[in-house]
C-alpha cells in the first residue's frame, strides 16, 4: 500500500480538498444564514435549516481530521521506510515537517520525494 500511486496522491492531495471544501461550506453556511436570517426571526419555528447545516458541516470537519490524521500516519510510516531518507538524515526533518505543517508538508514530501524521484528513476 506504501507504495501504491494511488494512496500516495489521495494522502497527499485529499487534506488539503477537504479543507478547502470544508472552507467554502462554511462560507456557504455562514451566507445562506445571514440571508435567512430574517425569516429565521419571523417564523416562531425551530431552525431547522440551521441545525441540519450544522451537523453536515461537523461531518465535514470530523472526515477533514480522520483524513488528516490519515496522511500523517502514511506519510511518517513511508519516510520512516524510504532508504534515500536514512542515507542523507532528513527523516527526522521530514517528520517534523509532518507534524508541524501537516497538509502542505505531506504535498511537499509528495512533489520531491515520490514524484520527483521517480521520474530520475533510470530503468535497465
Given at each position: 500500500m506504501l507504495q501504491n500511486k494511488f494512496w500516495q496522491g489521495f494522502f497527499a492531495l485529499a487534506p488539503i480538498i477537504v479543507f478547502l471544501i470544508a472552507f467554502i461550506g462554511y462560507?456557504?453556511?455562514?451566507f445562506s444564514l445571514v440571508?435567512?436570517?430574517p425569516e429565521l426571526e419571523n417564523s416562531g419555528e425551530p431552525p431547522v435549516h440551521f441545525?441540519?447545516?450544522i451537523g453536515s458541516f461537523l461531518i465535514l470537519i470530523l472526515v477533514a481530521v480522520l483524513i488528516s490524521i490519515g496522511s500523517l500516519i502514511f506519510y511518517i510510516v513511508h519516510a520512516t521506510q524510504n532508504a534515500n531518507l536514512k542515507e542523507n538524515n532528513m527523516l527526522i526533518v521530514w517528520i517534523l515537517l509532518f507534524v508541524f505543517v501537516s497538509g502542505i508538508g505531506q504535498l511537499i514530501y509528495w512533489i520531491v520525494e515520490i514524484v520527483?524521484?521517480?521520474k530520475n528513476k533510470v530503468f535497465t
Open positions: 462560507f456557504y453556511f455562514i440571508t435567512q436570517l441545525f441540519g447545516a520527483g524521484k521517480r
